[in-house]
């Protein structure tokens, strides 16, 4: 069926449920009854499934909006286990929620969101000018596979951009050939096949023992939480199954990480710094490796990049919010129809840091905001970050806990057993569902 015709019937059984509404509003009201009968419907359009666009997804109210969700990935991905996954202390299925959960309810598309442009037909508003230019395919992966391929554009009333970021490779060639990411479930899954493949390679009788070092160097470029808690994953590894398994080349792997800052952790506080930082070791000098796991921070998605109609974030290119996580115009107008959550977007002159917390907070502020829009009440209050402090697992069952800026907590700095037991309890209380 054409687009054209597609919409017009859509739009006419609209209309039809419109006067069965009225009819049953007019008897109602002569029977005193109040009514909370939904109103039309209105198209919000989620961009993205992670920890802003799946958050949203899960609370919205969807009797009240018409939502469609796009993302080239059809699941949510737990992205604080994914360490654990990738060393196999958990199941990856524990890591994933699937999108599918909330349909039929909403629509899906497994698709890339290519652009968000205007464009101008004879019926439509300044806000339905915004078109979605979409097509699925555009990765040589199992997507290219599952889908036809086919762009196609997507209409909506609001829209929530939340496309999250890439990895940060600062250009060094070699990197997305060689090295692994750790942000995605399948991430994962090849770096666990991986580790798994230096050990049974170095067990091959041909090899001589600087062989089996070279293979058996696991390298982490980048000293922040999620290298850090991968090295202290593996670590774990290496000290049970693994010396288990393959006792005599246990004795001959290394976990190496590279930062260029002078110490890991730089984020966390220094005295916790100076505890995590015992547990690792530094080299110097062209380093054979096994596997290279690369982390060093956040690059822009390039669908952000291609905005140009909004204002950017100067160092990170994220789009600027109010408070309120409307993204503003570059005349310094806000649009009241597109909002903008988690690590593609930044309120402007409040610049928070890029985490699952803070895409989260933002997440359940926008559906309190949105579902109240649905009922035509007004919700004046700005959005507010609520710290609950960071955590990292530094291996062997210790954590550290930084929550130094509130010094009013009952703990604000914690390292060792204690602050494993913050950390494994934070991740329990952010769990989704019994998975
Ligand atoms: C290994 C790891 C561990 C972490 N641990 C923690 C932690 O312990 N605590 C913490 O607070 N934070 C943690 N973080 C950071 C946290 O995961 C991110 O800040 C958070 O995921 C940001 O949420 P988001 O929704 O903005 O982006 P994401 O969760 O990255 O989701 C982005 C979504 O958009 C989709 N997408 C991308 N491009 C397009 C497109 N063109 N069209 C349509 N969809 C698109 C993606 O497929 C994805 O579904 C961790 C991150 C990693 C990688």
């Known amino acids: 069926m054409p687009l054209g015709a597609s919409l017009k019937s859509r739009a006419c059984l609209k209309l039809s449920s419109q006067i069965l509404r009225h009819t049953t509003r007019e008897k109602l009201a002569s029977r005193n009854f109040t009514s909370s009968a939904v109103r039309q419907k209105q198209r919000l359009l989620i961009v993205g499934s992670g920890w802003g666009g799946y958050g949203v997804l899960r609370k919205i109210d969807k009797k009240r909006w018409d939502v469609t969700i796009v993302s080239p990935n059809n699941y949510f991905n737990f992205t604080p286990l994914l360490a654990s996954c ?5 199941e990856f ?23 968000i442009g205007k464009f101008s037909t004879e019926n439509c508003s300044m806000r339905a000018c915004l078109r979605l ?5 555009k990765t040589s992966g199992p997507l290219a596979d599952a889908t036809t391929g086919t762009p196609f554009t997507l209409r909506w ?11 940060q490779t600062f250009g060094v060639p070699g990197v997305k050939e060689h090295a692994h990411f750790l942000k995605d ?7 666990r096949v991986r580790i798994l493949e230096c050990f049974e390679q170095a067990m091959q009788p041909t090899l001589s023992d600087i062989d089996r070092r070279n293979l058996l160097n696991f390298c982490i470029v980048g000293g922040g939480p999620t290298g850090v808690e991968f090295a202290s994953e593996l670590h ?5 199954e693994i010396a288990h398994h393959y006792p005599t080349l246990a004795k001959l792997a290394k976990i190496t990480i590279y930062d260029v800052a002078p110490s890991i952790l730089g984020s966390f506080d220094k005295t916790l ?31 952000i990049s291609s905005i140009s109609e909004f204002k950017k974030d100067a160092k990170t290119n994220s789009v600027l919010t109010d408070e309120h996580l409307n993204l503003i115009r570059k005349d310094g107008t806000v649009d009241p129809d597109v909002w903008g959550i988690g690590d593609c977007a930044q309120i402007e002159d409040a ?10 907070q933002k997440a359940q502020y926008l559906v309190k905001k949105l579902n109240k829009l649905a009922k035509d009440q007004d919700s004046p209050k700005p959005f507010k970050f609520e710290n609950q402090g960071s955590l990292a697992y530094i291996g062997d069952w210790k954590a550290i806990y930084d929550n130094s800026g509130k010094e009013d907590k009952i703990i604000s700095r914690e390292s060792g057993r204690v602050a494993w037991l913050l950390w494994r309890s934070a991740y329990f209380t952010m769990t989704l569902s019994w998975r």
């Open 86 to 90: 990738a060393v196999g202390t958990l």
């Open 93 to 115: 299925r524990c890591a994933i929620e699937p999108v599918r959960r909330y349909t039929p309810q909403v629509v899906a598309y497994q698709a890339w969101c290519d652009k």
């Open 133 to 137: 230019l979409l097509h699925s395919g």
């Open 157 to 167: 009333d609001k829209i929530v951009l939340a496309a999250g970021a890439y990895s």
């Open 185 to 191: 479930v399948k991430d994962a899954r090849a770096i």
């Open 236 to 240: 774990d590894l290496l000290h049970a």
């Open 273 to 303: 710094v100076e505890c995590a930082g015992k547990m690792f070791v530094k080299e110097q000098g062209e380093v054979p490796f096994g596997i290279l796991v690369w982390s060093t921070g956040l690059a822009p998605n390039p669908l």
């Open 351 to 360: 610049i928070l840091p890029a985490t699952a917390q803070v895409a989260n």
